[in-house]
């Protein structure tokens, strides 16, 4: 039997209460999780989607993108899973959570070439509990039946349906390739894992703070040693560091003491102040 | 300097004395004073902060903008920083020019533009023990589209 044609799902729900802000809006390397699994995704597959749920159809990440909305009632991955199946009753998925920031272009070639149309599902065994990882993972159009079975006898959880369904599983061929970014410190260390040889070598930035972003850092400036080429990597990594609830868009940005923009490119002792909305008169 | 920071009282008659002009048939001016009340919470004093540098150099850019906008003599902009109890003023603005109409319209529009484009912020503290910066920390938790600062 022919494979069913393959369409990419970037699972990026929402709110994330162990981050403090949206996943799918968080930056690498100047660009949105979201974007980067998305170009990843379409390097592999011929459309890739969003899962959105009903109340994010206007969400400014998200709705810029194709997406699918959730059809079924529940919530957590599945319900995108199953909406996705239901969408596009011949088609079969890559899956991808949208936080996994060391995912390569080599992973998902693995994956693709060991696809066993015939499973309901090809996914990778996790390097730490060699489970099967649901959100990096290929769903078969034969899935959906199963899923919704599943999911009416009171199942919630992708990993455990793989486990009781027989999907075909890989070994990781990297084993860092599915750790996901739940904290603010492990967004933290994944920024500077991911600036290695590539992002150049580490200089000095003078950074100045004011009114709430003094507060929120808990110091008026410092000199940091970075691998940050623009004003948006500096700030990514910084609200990693201080929690800064501020976004990058309620903000404006200044260099040598004059507005600048975000994709500035910075050089070594430069002077940068993040300016919260401001409140004269 | 058409535009000063102050951590002092300001003196709004000695400051009028920078806009006299034979030609002037005469001076508007505004008083920003520190209000208690805001936004339905009782306030018992404010923080001004500025980035000065860059405070300086925008608010010289917005009063340059009205010397040019409008047919006016003299223009000057005068903003504390620092903490302020209730009553005191927080900026004065006056413009002199041959004719009121542009000195007021010249003087309303100083202290709009610095409103909206100076790095200044204003820390409220309130009747009830609570603080916060204000256009900042209510839309923190908002959500993300719903932002204005309009």
């Known amino acids: ?51 959105v749920r009903a109340d994010q ?18 919530d957590g991955p599945i319900v995108g899973i199953r909406s996705a199946l239901a969408a596009h009753r011949h088609a079969a998925w890559l899956v991808l959570a949208c936080d996994l920031p060391f995912l390569s272009d080599a992973v ?46 009171g199942g919630r959880c992708p990993r455990k349906f793989l486990i009781g369904h027989g999907a075909r599983l890989l070994d990781p061929i990297d084993k860092r390739a599915l750790d996901n970014v739940n904290t603010p410190q492990e967004y933290a260390r994944a920024l500077n894992e991911l600036k290695g040889a590539p992002a150049g070598d580490p200089m000095q930035i003078n950074i100045r703070y004011f009114a709430l972003m003094r ?3 808990g110091r008026s400036e410092e000199t940091l040693e970075t691998t940050a080429r623009t004003p948006a990597d500096l700030y990514a990594e910084l609200t990693a560091r201080y929690g800064f609830t501020l976004g990058e868009e309620q903000l404006r940005v200044a260099v040598n003491s004059e507005f600048s923009d975000w994709s500035h490119k910075l050089a070594a002792g430069d002077a940068i102040v993040f300016l919260p909305p401001v409140a004269g008169g | 300097m058409r535009f000063r920071l102050t951590a002092a009282t300001i003196d709004g008659a000695d400051a009028r004395r920078e806009l006299l002009d034979l030609g002037a048939g005469g001076y508007a001016s505004f008083e920003g004073w520190v209000r208690d009340h805001n936004e339905g919470l009782e306030v018992t ?14 608010g010289d850019r917005i009063v340059a903008d009205a010397l040019r906008r409008y047919p006016i003599k003299h223009a000057l902009c005068i903003h504390r920083v620092g903490v302020l109890a209730l009553g005191d003023m927080a900026v004065w603005v006056g413009v002199s020019s041959a004719h009121r109409g542009e000195a007021f319209d010249a003087c309303r529009f ?13 820390k409220e503290h309130y009747r009830n023990g609570d603080s916060g910066w204000v256009n900042c920390e209510r839309c923190a938790t908002a959500p993300q589209h719903a932002h204005t600062h309009a």
């Open chain 1, 215 to 217: 507060e929120q850092a």
């Open chain 1, 1 to 51: 039997m022919n494979a069913a044609p393959l369409y990419g799902l970037i699972l990026a729900g929402g709110a994330s209460s162990r981050m403090q802000r949206d996943k799918a809006a968080l930056q690498y390397q100047g660009r949105s999780q979201l974007d980067r699994a998305f170009e990843l995704a379409g390097r592999h597959v011929a459309k890739v989607f969003v899962s």
């Open chain 2, 45 to 58: 004093r404010l923080e001004y902060e500025a980035f000065e540098e860059l405070a300086v150099a925008e």
């Open chain 2, 110 to 122: 100083i202290i709009d533009e610095v409103k909206h484009r100076v790095p200044i912020w204003k």
């Open chain 1, 108 to 153: 998902l070639a693995h994956l693709l070439a060991e696809r066993d149309a015939n499973a309901l599902a090809t996914a990778y065994r996790s390097a730490s509990d060699g489970l099967p990882e649901p959100l990096c993972a290929i769903w078969e159009p034969a899935a959906a039946a199963a899923l919704d079975a599943y999911q009416s006898g």
């Open chain 1, 57 to 74: 159809l206007h969400d400014p990440v998200r709705s810029a993108k194709p997406m699918i909305v959730d059809s079924v009632a529940g």
